[in-house]
């Protein structure tokens, strides 16, 4: 059980985590926590893609989520060019932004342009794609508990690929088919044992938890037998695994990939069916702080395709087709919030150490992360340079709620006040996605700027919005 937020406060000397040191400028930013474009202008204050931020401040009202739209775009086709360079020699691969990362209409149209596949893992994310026409053939769908519904929107709109979830879903999948008299392109997803060095609630192939079918227990590969069974409603595709979010090497895909296939060569071999495709899933990690140090996706693709042809080799199998899908990788670092601070209130933690409590004008609502994984952020002053000494701080939100922290530990300067912008780097990955009405907060926009100009992508959410839901 995690501790109380407030338990660390009183620590005799609190100073923040080890990883955290004091600055010897407030004013830097750490280029890896920020989109490509965002700097300091001459008078100290954050731009983005050349932009201001208080013109976008004083433009769109905060809080808002800033998008640098280049970047967003870069990483996306790195993933795409250095994935589909690392297996040209083996079999070729195939990106699938996992769109549960973040997802608008406008996101949907850039992955269609530069060419990458799409996964959705709710009906609702299938609709935001199907809006803008995003071709069904390059759609894979997710998620533990479809519904027919979903499973017949997916099917209907001719989706790449189905992970199957569950035995129960070899069923229900098949018996949609069946009605539509369409043949469902299924990947079974395998629980390998692997737990990835993450959180909890957000490592995803240890057996006790409810995604996928277990590989030591058997049930994967009675999926396989089952799905073999209903050939004329369903064609086995390949095997998937998704090890966790957050991930910072390649050690648990190695362990991961050889488990899998296993499998794969299991069934090869002893029941005679073609497994063309392999999806190794996504979860790689991005700096939030400094203590994270991401791979690039050159070195993550050169590093998984030498992993897939050695097992493959080993396991004397052709190396299938290979799929991953990355989300946070892309969207998270392309995007900061941006806050307008109100109420700063210095807290005595003993021990003669100090912390700043500085109140933004968003919180929770926007950013759950912090309360929901212990995640930590970093942040700045952003629409000015200030001479004075950094002191530690933490900045919260409105909400009426003890844990909506937003940044647990960072130095600001010691005249942070009233009026001043915080910016958070890393917030394009799971904070909109996660946004929420707490307190009845409406949802801040999102801002794409590009080549010195900003626009609304998603509109800030109004009281009308919400209260329009009231019957």
Known sequence: MRAHEAGALHAEGYRGPAWLETPVDVNALVPALWASSVTR?????????????TRLAHEFGTPAYVLDENDFRSRAREFKQQYAAGFAPLSGADVFYAGKAFLCTEVVRWIDADGLNLD???GGELEVARRVGFPGSRIGMHGNNKTVAEIRAGLEYGVARIVVDSLEEVDRIAAV?????????VLVRVNVGVEAHTHEFIATAHEDQKFGLSLAGGQALEAVRRILDRSGTMRLLGLHSHIG?????????EVSARRVLGLHALVTRELGADLPELDLGGGFGIAYTTEH??????ALAAEMADIVERECRAEGVPVPRISVEPGRAIAGPSTFTLYEVGTVKPVELGGGARRLYVSVDGGMSDNIRTALYD?????TVANRCSPADPVLARVVGRHCESGDIVVMDEFLPADVGDGDLIAVPGTGAYCRALSSQYNHTPRPPVLAVRDGAARVVVRRETIDDILALDV
């Open 41 to 53: 202008d001459a008078g100290g204050v954050v731009t983005v893609a050349g932009v201001p931020v």
């Open 120 to 122: 959705v893992c709710t």
């Open 177 to 185: 088919a069946a009605e539509l008299g369409v043949v469902a392109p």
């Open 245 to 253: 979010s957050q991930i910072f090497d390649t050690a648990g895909f």
């Open 293 to 298: 140090d991401p791979q690039s996706p050159s």
């Open 375 to 379: 995640a930590h952020f970093s942040c």
